[in-house]
């Protein structure tokens, strides 16, 4: 009895550990990582020259910031769905990413706003990628200007 709960314990930590420890193998290449960024507007026809990367990440994290994170981190799915729906919008997938990331986008500036004189924003997808030795940042996509406020314009 007892050799048969120790071979079920067993079991069910082999079949664990490939879910706490994933294998870097499942992945057929290691491609460049994209990022977005964008730029505030005063009108449509600006082609926007202070770009700001979107939902950058902290610097450094106190060992409370890593347990927080570790167990909820709600915003840093978001910002990882932003950076799939980027991939589709490289690939051309369809409209559907493209509109993701304006519509969330929008909803942070709006949200983030405090008084800022700009209505309009414009982001551009980056693929970073090391060349070298160095990093490489190639601008491979970037948006029509978009008003910040909801249904006031594309």
Not at 88 to 110: F, N
Request: some cysteine.
């Amino acid at each position: 009895m007892i050799g048969s709960f120790v071979g079920a314990a067993a079991n069910s930590v082999r079949l664990l550990l490939p879910a706490l420890f994933p294998s870097w193998r499942f992945f057929d290449v290691i491609g460049p990582s994209p990022r977005i960024e964008v730029a505030l507007l005063q009108t449509s026809d600006d082609a926007g020259n202070d770009w700001h990367e979107v939902r950058p990440r902290a610097e450094r994290l106190g060992v409370a910031g890593y347990l927080r994170t570790f167990f909820f981190n709600a915003r840093w799915n978001e910002t990882l769905f932003l950076v799939t729906c980027a991939e589709g919008v490289i690939r051309d997938e369809s409209d559907q990413p493209l509109r993701e990331i304006r519509d969330r986008l929008r909803a942070d500036l709006s949200r983030d706003a405090g008084g800022s004189a700009a209505p309009w924003f414009r982001f551009r997808i980056v693929l970073l990628s090391r060349d070298a030795g160095r990093v490489r940042r190639d601008v491979v996509f970037t948006s029509p200007a978009y008003t910040i406020a909801d249904g006031a314009g594309p």
